[in-house]
């Protein structure tokens, strides 16, 4: 009841804080979603900047449980290319409601990165997204992951198995 009478507002304002303890910005973002629906497109933009990636992870994950169906692919397309692995994952897992043939084209460079990355859950999660690119952006992304060489260059990753994720399946 309290949170619900001091308001959206105060808690969007909370989770935006830079100077606020990550915790409580988290906290604040599943209040959001909770008992507000979450976050709008426009700040799971400016919740992509916050140097916690405990905060991005969380409003991705947030926009992920409240826009199932309808996922913004290009403002979820600034968190496929994060740095860090859990924002990643949670920015893919939210693209995955997204329906089949939807503007995946955005997301084609995060995916080649996280597809060539060290982090095998993230690679599992992208190729996941796979069948649900219509054919023009399954040929872009093929041939994006072909200029990307299939690997980190640091040897996690063996060029055969990046090609043998890119398998269009369905």
């Given at each position: 009841p309290q949170a619900r009478q001091a308001g959206r507002l105060k808690f969007l304002a909370a989770a935006g804080d830079e100077l606020r303890d990550a915790s409580e910005r988290v906290r604040a973002l599943e209040v959001l979603t909770e008992l507000f629906g979450g976050i709008s497109g426009q700040e799971l933009?400016?919740?992509?900047?916050?140097?916690?990636?405990e905060v991005r992870a969380r409003a991705v994950w947030s926009h992920g449980r409240t826009h199932a169906a309808a996922p913004d692919l290009r403002r979820l397309a600034l968190f496929v290319e994060d740095t860090d692995p859990l924002v990643a994952r949670f920015a893919m897992q939210a693209a995955l409601g997204a329906p089949r043939g939807a503007a995946f084209a955005q997301l084609i460079p995060g995916l080649v990165q996280q597809m060539s990355g060290p982090d095998r859950f993230n690679r599992?999660?992208?190729?996941?997204?796979?069948?649900?690119?219509?054919?023009?952006?399954?040929?872009?992304?093929?041939?994006?992951?072909?200029?990307?060489?299939?690997?980190?260059?640091?040897?996690?990753?063996?060029?055969?198995a990046w090609q043998a994720t890119v398998v269009k399946i369905g």
């Open positions: 933009e400016v919740l992509s900047e916050p140097r916690s990636p599992q999660t992208a190729s996941r997204l796979i069948p649900k690119l219509d054919a023009d952006t399954f040929k872009d992304l093929s041939q994006a992951a072909q200029q990307a060489g299939g690997g980190t260059g640091d040897g996690t990753v063996k060029p055969a």
